[in-house]
């Protein structure tokens, strides 16, 4: 069975950092790439952030530059490095896989972790 | 990037209506188009993807439909289940976005 659970969320000033990750099991990790994808409150769904299997990144332009993605495949856990954080970058952030090739669909997610920007 | 643009926002339907999503992009999506399932508190749900093909597990009153720039989810008979918001998402570029969403509510 398939699992993502990320970790890492929480209260963050504006300007400060956090990461996030997202531990997965059920599948072998390092053959599928990975994304973030967030929700701000009452929002819809935005595409944050994707990673190959081999570990090559991809950003939406609201982050790029602020957001890093990485993958461990030997823990089988991919992480985001948030910096320069805004109140706009408040959102539910989900871990999801990607089908077979990329781009893809989301196939699987996580259940979310809340980061909230604010003084 | 290619911007996704769903209609309706939102749709009042009641159980047993034939409901019908648009979803239309800047440019094409050839057939690499999925469509999501959200509820309240809840991560989405993939139901469809390359346009048509229907996840395992899917009920099969859910279909897909389009290539290129337009594309539609048709919800045959709405159950009680499927009152829910629902995204479509291109994945034609390495850039991949989503819909802005369309609720289905209770009329």
């Known amino acids: 069975e398939v699992q993502l659970l990320e970790s890492g969320g929480g209260l963050v000033q504006p300007g400060g950092s956090l990461r996030l990750s997202c531990a997965a099991s059920g599948f072998t990790f390092s053959n599928y790439a990975m994304s973030w994808v967030r929700q701000a409150p009452g929002k819809g769904l935005e595409w944050v952030s994707a990673i190959s299997g081999g570990g090559s990144p991809y950003y939406g332009g609201s982050v790029k530059g602020r957001f890093t993605i990485s993958r461990d495949n030997s823990k089988n856990t991919l992480y985001l490095h948030m910096n320069s954080l805004r109140a706009e970058d408040t959102a539910v952030y989900y871990c999801?896989?990607?089908?077979?090739?990329?781009?893809?669909?989301?196939?699987?997610w996580g259940q979310g972790t809340l980061v909230t920007v604010s003084s | 990037d290619i911007q996704m643009t769903q209609s309706p926002s939102t749709l009042s339907a009641s159980v047993g209506d034939r409901v019908t999503i648009t979803c239309r992009a800047s440019?094409?999506?050839?057939?690499?188009l999925a469509w999501y399932q959200q509820k309240p508190g809840k991560a989405p749900k993939l139901l469809i993807y390359?346009?048509?093909t229907l996840e395992s597990g899917v009920p099969s009153r859910f279909s897909g439909s389009g290539s290129g720039t337009e594309f539609t989810l048709t919800i045959s008979s709405l159950q009680p289940d499927d009152f829910a918001t629902y995204y479509c998402q291109q994945y034609n570029s390495y850039s991949r976005t989503f819909g802005q969403g369309t609720k289905v509510e209770v009329k």
């Open positions: 999801a896989k990607e089908g077979e090739w990329e781009p893809n669909y989301f196939d699987y």
């Open positions: 440019q094409s999506a050839e057939t690499w």
């Open positions: 390359k346009a048509s």
